[in-house]
């Protein structure tokens, strides 16, 4: 990775959000990892966080996809709807983050985000949520919900 220059990494990452920013990030991490590291990724959430850049929900990510350990990737779709649900009461994804290992039974740390990210792009949506077409609206407390479809 430290043999590409940005632009390379820009051009590899482009369809990401803030590509630019991401792609002097990633450097910055690969470098950081050869010299605090030893060139290996942690498999600690703790180690990665002293990564710059790396925040909760990459750390977790990091785990739970690349080493197989339980972890909680709460991003808005997750802090959103798990607030919505009447699930949790929290007000930041980190809040979220700590009331899920609290309460959500570890077997379903893991999946629990990927569920999430589909349901809330497709019905479960930030504004005007498609409640009349959401399978578990009965289930759901509608918090925060002022219209719908």
């Known amino acids: 990775m ?12 482009y ?5 630019r920013t991401k792609a002097r990030v990633i450097l910055g991490i690969c470098r ?15 180690a990665l966080l002293r990564l710059k850049g790396v925040g909760r929900k990459t750390a977790n990510l990091v785990v739970t996809m690349g080493y197989g350990k339980p972890g909680i990737c709460v991003d808005t779709h997750v802090h959103r709807i798990s607030n919505r649900l009447g ?3 929290t007000r930041t994804p980190e ?3 700590m009331a899920l290992r609290a ?11 990927d569920l999430l990210v589909a349901f809330g792009q497709n019905v479960c949506t930030p504004i005007s949520p498609r409640c009349s ?3 578990v609206r009965a289930l759901c407390r509608r918090v925060g919900v002022k219209s719908s479809r």
């Open 2 to 13: 430290l043999a590409l220059s940005p632009r390379q990494i820009e051009t590899l990452i």
């Open 15 to 19: 369809p990401v959000g803030f590509y």
């Open 32 to 46: 950081d990892l050869l010299e605090r590291f030893g060139g290996r990724v942690p498999d600690e959430i703790d």
């Open 87 to 89: 699930y949790v009461r």
């Open 95 to 97: 809040e979220t983050e």
């Open 103 to 113: 309460k959500l039974p570890k077997r379903y740390w893991i999946g629990y985000n």
């Open 133 to 135: 077409t959401c399978a």
